[in-house]
């Protein structure tokens, strides 16, 4: 265990001595310089860029309070981590900084106003670009030909990676010579190197077949594949480059950050076209920031948040730079993903399928403004990879809506107290026989009347997507399982007022709404039922795919796995799993007992309708009144239309809320009209009363 404090808990206002501040700068260079060398030498950080940008904030605070503190070599003078001498050392041509990030608008705002206040203007244009979550990078083209690429290093010098940068086929090794444009004699551009997410996973898989450690995220994959001492190794990663900055430019003059990105792709340079955008003032920026968090999941490619530049080229040297991070330059970040806590313990989930999944109970942490209590350990296998133990401080991390998952353990923060974890032999709810497959990855129930299961598939089949019985979760479905008023998805078409008022927290008014609720839930549609059944591997997408193909259950119960496989999206495995679940004569058994409880399925994709919004894509921004994102999606796409997150040429209507972005600009410049959701109901007409968000 290093005697390094990973996180010093100081805070600079509430120090006034200079021996006490004293202390508190050595602890924290210490800790930063630890976190700069695990960051950008070991490719494997232990902390949230949130965390790290807090310590280096704090320290920042120190010696300005403190002055005589003040060091050449302190990290609040430095860009990033010393260079890896292996690869060879390069000298940058001026220095590659990095940039002040901030998390609030306020200080957003307050960029803007020291801009238009230093440069003496009453408004200042901008460009606004993704921040990318890669590695920076420098390339030096003489003569037209790529002569040094580099990695930012400490910001002074880099690592020279050159012969795995030119294994990359999005950089080009010789620049275009156009007659209108011909290239510079000399060039240095700056972008990111970055790995796509689908690519990432396809890596990791590949990786796990080999028996090799899975990389940590994309960023880690794209480092750690151009710092190879073997070209061939990098030449083998599907690496891609975004350019975003000329600091050296021989024989032309733009005038704006705009001119400099619409010119190097007339030399073959690879930028961010869809995604950079001209903004006028701090509304405009903050509505970037807004409509990049809202497509964030979508991108093909990770980011972490926006940057801001001063459009306006000779505005740089009047704001000029700090010593770590330039003046017209600024990092808006979203919300951190990631924090550091305790696993206080490691529970095991039995879920509707008879599966058994690990969950660590955490120390309670805040993430991108949600408490994060528990996250997902996937299975044995997994947990003995990543050497998790009951006890660690982890790593958690939050994507999206996805459960929180612990990507590592900080394993220098080890004390001998730690346990290790084995899945229980015993189901922890039935006390079945657990069967858990050879490699660790597959741990199951086999009693398909395990209390547990029927619990899961009643909740799931009760569920919003599915029969949409409200008032019938997780906590209902065990009390009328303890109760021995349910043992079957069947059940719930055979209870009465008078079970249900002899339950506790029931009422004569809840047993009548929960009863009601489920008399609505005969009449419903097949992909609805087909998804409340839960078949492995059916999610709602597929259960509609299905619906699409078979016009009835009875037809579907009866279908081969070559019948399945035939049809688009569905693979052998989800085959297999629908043949094998309609197999199950319990299945079968409890479908016909629902349907002789007068359950009716109706087929929306087998009758002619007119579909309103046929052939039309549709771009949503700003706050939706009606619809969460998912469901406007759906219904969208149950009249015949497409959503999609950006606006093009292709788009045929922008539906703006409040706070709606650059979205209804980018309509302008495409001639999209652009309505609010009362106008696209009303252009619907009558035809969406018939729609069922199935």
Request: aromatic fraction near 6%.
């Amino acid at each position: 265990m290093t005697d390094v404090e990973l996180k010093p808990d100081i805070s600079p206002q509430n120090i006034g001595d200079l021996e006490e501040a004293k202390g508190a700068v050595a602890k924290l260079r210490k800790a930063i310089r630890h976190h700069n060398y695990r960051y950008y030498v070991l490719d494997d950080p232990v902390i949230s860029d949130a965390t790290y940008d807090e310590l280096l904030s704090d320290l920042e605070a120190l010696e300005i309070k403190f002055p005589e503190l003040q060091s050449p070599d302190s990290p609040t003078q430095q860009v990033g981590g010393k260079p890896q001498d292996e690869l060879g050392v390069v000298e940058h041509p001026s220095p590659m900084l990095s940039l002040q990030a901030v998390y609030n608008a306020r200080d957003v705002r307050s960029f803007d106003e020291t801009c238009r206040e230093e440069l003496g203007q009453e408004a200042v244009d901008y460009v606004a670009e993704p921040k990318y979550d890669g590695l920076a990078i420098e390339l030096v083209y003489d003569s037209g030909r790529l002569s040094v690429a580099s990695t930012r290093g400490d910001g002074e010098t880099g690592e020279d990676v050159t012969a795995n940068v030119k294994t990359i086929k999005e950089v080009p090794l010789v620049l275009l010579d156009q007659e209108e444009t011909p290239h510079p004699n000399r060039l240095v551009v700056r972008g990111e190197i970055y790995m796509r997410k689908g690519e990432f996973e396809e890596l990791n898989r590949q990786r796990g077949e080999k028996g090799q450690d899975a990389f940590a995220n994309p960023r880690n994959a794209a480092a750690g594949s151009v710092r190879q001492l073997d070209p061939k190794v990098t030449g083998k990663r599907p690496l891609h480059i975004f350019l975003y900055e000329v600091s050296e430019l021989d024989g032309y003059e733009p005038g704006t950050q705009w001119d400099v990105l619409r010119m190097l792709p007339r030399w073959g340079l690879r930028v961010n076209g869809e995604r950079n955008q001209r903004c006028a003032g701090a509304d405009d920026l903050l509505a970037y920031h807004q409509e990049m968090a809202e497509v964030r999941d979508d991108l093909p490619y990770e980011i972490d948040g926006v940057v801001y530049k001063v459009a306006q080229l000779d505005a740089w040297e009047t704001l000029g730079t700090r010593t770590r991070d330039p003046r017209w330059a600024l990092a808006f970040k979203f919300e951190p993903r990631r924090a550091t806590t305790t696993i206080e313990e490691i529970a095991v989930q039995v879920g509707r399928t008879g599966k058994l999944t690990p969950v660590a109970h955490l120390a309670p942490v805040q993430i991108g403004g949600v408490e994060i209590r528990r996250a997902s350990l996937h299975n044995q296998s997994e947990i003995e990879r990543k050497d998790i133990r009951i006890g660690d401080s982890v790593l958690v991390e939050r994507a999206g809506d996805v459960i929180p998952q612990v990507v590592k353990p900080i394993i220098d923060e080890r004390d001998g107290s730690e346990e290790e974890f084995h899945m229980p032999g015993e189901c922890p709810v039935c006390s079945a026989k657990v069967v858990m497959s050879e490699d660790k990855k597959q741990a199951r129930c086999p009693n398909f009347n395990c209390p547990a299961q029927i619990r899961e598939r009643i909740a799931h089949c009760a569920s919003r997507q599915a029969l949409d019985i409200e008032g019938l979760g997780h906590k209902r479905a065990q009390q009328l399982i303890d109760a021995g008023l349910v043992l079957k998805l069947s059940d719930l078409y055979g209870l009465s007022q008078e079970e249900l008022v002899s339950l506790e927290r029931f009422g004569e008014k809840s047993a009548g709404s929960l009863l009601h609720e489920i008399e609505q839930s005969k009449e419903t549609t097949l992909p609805r039922f087909l998804y409340g059944l839960g078949i492995p591997l059916v999610g709602e997408h597929l259960a509609r795919v299905i619906a699409e193909k078979w016009e009835s259950l009875d037809r579907l119960m009866e279908a081969s796995q070559e019948e399945l496989e035939a049809v688009n999206e569905i693979g052998a495995q989800v085959a297999q799993s629908v043949v094998a679940f309609f197999a199950e004569e319990e299945n079968r058994r409890v479908i016909d007992q629902v349907r002789q409880a007068g359950l009716t399925l109706e087929n929306p994709y087998t009758e002619e309708r007119e579909q309103p919004l046929q052939g039309l894509t549709f771009v949503f921004t700003g706050e939706l009144e009606r619809w969460t994102r998912d469901e406007v999606k759906r219904y969208v796409d149950q009249l015949g239309g497409r959503a999609t997150s950006s606006v093009s040429g292709q788009t045929d209507y922008v539906v703006a809320g409040p706070g709606a972005g650059s979205k209804l600009d980018e309509a302008r410049e495409h001639n999209v009209p652009v309505m609010d959701e009362g106008e696209l109901l009303k252009f619907i007409g009558e035809h969406h009363k018939g729609v069922e968000l199935s």
